[in-house]
Structure formats: structure tokens, C-alpha cells
């Protein structure tokens, strides 16, 4: 199960509609990623990784999907293949926390 850090839940509850934040957070904590274990830096890029594809605009020339559908689709992936989540938020390489504080978001302590 997946411990969801008060920056993350935060910012989900201010992007999502109030009953599909409950939902999302709910359905983010009671999922397990592969490899990463309950409150490693791991599991904290996941979440993040979630959470910047469901703020960033969507770079296309068709209409952009809610925030709901964004966080489906990101959630379902970091389920199927965490990597490919986090090749897609920007967060795959080694300077991964300098991506996020770019975009303004919180960079969890690293131990």
C-alpha cells in the first residue's frame, strides 16, 4: 500500500473535483508498485510522477482530458510499468528532483 505524503495529497485535492480526490487518493494508497517499498523515495517519485501528469498541460493537438482521466491513465500505467511513468513525467533520469523543482514542484528529502 502506498503512503502518500501531504504535499501529493494536497495538491491532488486542489486539482481533482473534491469527490474524485477522495476516490483518486483512496485508489492511489491501496495500490502497491513493483519494487518499491511503502514509503521509499521510490514510492514518493511514483506519486510525484502521478501527480505532475495530472498538472502538466497536455502537449496535442486534440482536447485535453480532465484531470480524472489524466489520473486513471497515469495511476494505470504506474500499476502496469513504473518506468514508463516516470519516462513520461520528465522524472526517469538521475536529475529527477532538479525536473520538479524546475516546475515548481516539492522535492521530498533524500536519504
Known amino acids: 500500500m502506498a503512503q502518500v505524503s501531504p504535499y501529493v495529497r494536497s495538491r491532488l485535492s486542489e486539482v481533482l473535483p473534491s469527490e474524485a480526490a477522495v476516490e483518486a487518493l ?12 511503502p514509503g521509499s523515495e ?13 498538472c502538466d498541460s497536455w502537449d496535442s493537438i486534440w482536447v485535453e482530458p480532465s484531470s480524472i482521466e489524466k489520473f486513471d491513465d497515469a495511476l494505470e500505467l504506474a500499476k502496469l510499468d513504473w518506468r514508463d511513468l516516470l519516462v513520461s513525467a520528465g522524472l526517469a533520469d538521475a536529475d529527477w528532483p532538479e525536473v520538479l523543482r524546475r516546475a515548481g514542484y516539492e522535492v521530498p528529502e533524500i536519504r
Do not use: H
Open 26 to 37: 483512496s485508489r492511489l494508497e491501496t495500490t502497491s508498485f513493483p519494487l518499491a517499498g
Open 42 to 54: 521510490l514510492e514518493s517519485r511514483i506519486c510525484l510522477g502521478i501527480l505532475k501528469v495530472v
